[in-house]
């Protein structure tokens, strides 16, 4: 399709957004590329701005493009997908997606937990533990905030670690003895507030994917509470679905 028919069956925002979908199936339009603005795309097939508008708000909403204010509207990158399968951590998703994982220490800390985080960790409430936030990255892009909470013995000689080269749950299962044998974890859909905005160089209310964590070590023992918030137009998540057999 490369024509918006007047009088056809599609709404024409609808024949507009397959045109575009094609041209980046197609890579004519590639990752980071600059779209054509609402009026361009207007006169190039005939429609009015409103209509090229909505075509384009319902590909950012579906992640295709992102906007940035006072610059225009651009291809957003692939997806990464994480399969909710396997107990995985960052650095290891990013990596088997064939992408350079990065990390940047934003802070680490000996913090008193507070009543939520106690409750995770089934620990009680201003007990010490280590608070750790980080900036992932993927390919050298900003992709998610994350922020760990660890309580074990000695949790404190994290604060001597490198964190930015080394993978965290690595670190746990290989210098600490501390195997991560499963997790609990909840999604929820969201907008970014200013300040993770700023960090994520995303504009502030765009989408967002918040996951809460808790993981466990042997014996059902809690060892972190982690909350992470990632951008939601580049990443996904997956998982596969059974529906269970009924006796006949």
């Not at 620990?123 to 660890?150: C, M, N, T, W």
């Not at 970014?192 to 014996?219: C, G, H, I, M, W």
């Amino acid at each position: 399709m490369s024509t918006v028919f007047r009088k056809g069956p599609l709404p024409r925002y609808y024949q507009l957004k397959e045109i575009m979908r094609e041209k980046i199936r197609l890579g004519e339009w590639k990752p980071g590329d600059l779209i054509p603005s609402e009026r361009e795309l207007g006169e190039q097939y005939g429609i009015s701005r409103m209509t090229a508008r909505q075509a384009i708000t319902e590909l950012v909403n579906e992640g295709l493009f992102y906007r940035e204010q006072g610059k225009g509207t651009f291809v957003s990158r692939h997806k990464i997908t994480q399969q909710l399968l396997h107990l995985t951590g960052f650095t290891e998703d990013i990596r088997a997606r064939g992408q350079r994982p990065g990390t940047k220490v934003l802070t680490a800390k000996m913090s008193p937990a507070d009543e939520t985080t106690a409750e995770r960790l089934r620990i009680k409430p201003g007990q010490p533990i280590f608070y750790l936030q980080r900036l992932r990255l993927a390919d050298g892009e900003p992709l998610a905030v994350e922020i760990s909470h660890l309580s074990f013995m000695g949790c404190e000689k994290l604060l001597e670690e490198d964190l930015e080269q080394n993978s965290l749950y690595r670190l746990l299962e290989t210098r600490y003895g501390l195997p991560l044998m499963e997790a609990e974890q909840e999604i929820e859909a969201g907008l970014f507030d200013e300040a993770s905005a700023q960090l994520l160089k995303v504009p502030v209310n765009s989408a967002a994917l918040f996951t809460r964590r808790t993981t466990y070590t042997e014996r059902d023992t809690p060892i972190e509470y982690a909350r992470a918030m990632y951008c939601g137009n580049k990443y996904t998540y997956y998982t596969n679905l059974k529906r269970e057999q009924l006796m006949p």
